[in-house]
């Protein structure tokens, strides 16, 4: 049973226009949230996290929220820019520390001049 | 430079053959890990080492070995390798305090005939 689920694939957005990635969890032990970014021939670029204890982190153009009653988080991206194009991850932990992450199957986004 | 270096960055053998997929940094972490990611799925732990005498296993560690013979260095065996086994592999590091993210490597890409 997949305990982290990215349900969209792909989606597309317009330069410019803000960019939701959502995922889902299943496991209510998780406490600690991550997105990364990947680009074809490279690893996954750590992007933003969120702790259970908090239910919005920003950084730049990059906002995750976290509702844990719904055991849901998004990723937005405003404004959304060409270079944004990329598979997104969002991945979960549970206890202390970030080992044992479990990923979704990532979200591809392409963002169109 | 990059922080955490793979080597190979690919490689094609045939069935039965032992194969080892080394991984170096830069960061000064002692949390090291091993994923492999299939296409179309989220990356999934094989195997994981929080200093050099500590090894765990991750959730897919079935006909993976790992050696993690200093700090900085952490490979990663296929003892006989079987086409199942062709994938990509990544490795991450991180830094031993709570909520840390992983750092990845560019990747692997291992096809076995």
């Known amino acids: 049973d997949q305990q982290v689920k990215q349900n969209s694939p792909s989606l597309s957005v317009q330069e410019g226009r803000i960019s939701i990635l959502n995922c889902d969890y299943t496991?209510?032990?998780?406490?600690?949230f991550l997105w990364y970014k990947k680009y074809p021939a490279e690893g996954p670029t750590f992007l933003i996290s969120i702790s259970s204890i908090k239910d919005k982190n920003e950084d730049g153009r990059f906002t995750v929220f976290l509702n844990k009653s719904a055991k849901h988080l998004s990723l937005h991206i405003v404004p959304s820019q060409p270079g944004d194009s990329a598979v997104y991850f969002c991945a979960a932990s549970t206890g202390a520390g970030s080992y044992q992450l479990t990923f979704g199957k990532g979200t591809k986004l392409s963002v169109i001049p | 430079d990059a922080d955490v270096t793979q080597t190979p960055r690919n490689r094609i053998t045939k069935t039965g053959k032992r194969i080892m997929l080394e991984c170096s940094q830069t960061k000064g972490h002692d949390r090291m890990y091993w994923y492999r990611q299939d296409p179309g799925l989220g990356l999934r732990l094989i195997y994981y080492s929080f200093d050099v005498k500590d090894i765990n296993k991750g959730e897919i560690s079935d006909g993976y070995s790992v050696s993690r013979q200093a700090q900085a260095k952490f490979s990663l065996s296929l003892e006989s390798a079987i086409p199942n086994q062709t994938a990509l592999y990544f490795c991450a590091t991180s830094a031993d305090s709570i909520n840390q993210p992983q750092h990845f490597g560019d990747g692997t890409r291992l096809s076995i005939l």
């Open positions: 496991n209510s032990m998780f406490d600690y």
